[in-house]
């Protein structure tokens, strides 16, 4: 198969044709969202609606043959002619969205949320600290064994 990338210029390593297509039609659904989001809004729920009624197993079966083939491609040796560069961001990019959303990091937090959960427990019930610590133990412990296989 031939692919034309360029080699130069701002859209160096890159399909002209796709790249410009794909970005003419993301711009196009931000606007639209952007001019008309309750519009925007009914549309795109509608849509969803359907394809989840109409496709129901068949699209979540396709969805997640989608995401396998990619981290296939992505995990196998077919995947090592990618750059350093975008083999970096696609290990690391996932994690980088979630803090610059949530502003910390993914494992902060999980920690965060469990410590809020147990000071809850400490001031809406009567259990004592030790009772509240075991069964967190517990919990991670159980995790940890899931993990594991």
């Known amino acids: 198969m031939i692919t034309e990338l ?3 210029g701002f859209f160096s390593g890159m399909h002209k044709g796709m790249t410009i297509t794909a970005a003419l039609l993301v ?5 639209f969202t952007g001019v008309m989001p309750q519009l925007a809004g009914g549309l795109f729920g509608t849509t969803r609606a359907w394809i989840e009624t109409t496709f129901c197993g068949y699209y979540l079966i396709t969805v997640m043959m989608l995401l396998v083939i990619c981290a296939y491609i ?19 990019h996932p994690g980088r ?8 990091s993914p494992q902060r937090f999980y920690v965060e949320r469990r ?8 001031r809406e019930t009567r259990h004592p600290i030790t009772q509240i610590l075991e069964r967190f133990w517990q919990e991670s412990a ?4 899931k993990l594991r296989c």
Do not use: I, M
């Open 6 to 8: 360029s080699q130069e």
């Open 27 to 31: 711009l196009g659904f931000v606007l």
């Open 97 to 104: 969205l979630f803090e610059r959303g949530f502003g910390c």
């Open 115 to 122: 410590l809020a959960h147990a000071h809850r427990l400490l």
């Open 142 to 145: 159980s995790r940890r064994r």
């Open 74 to 92: 992505v995990l196998s040796r077919h995947g090592d002619d990618l750059p350093d560069r975008v083999r970096e961001q696609l290990v690391h």
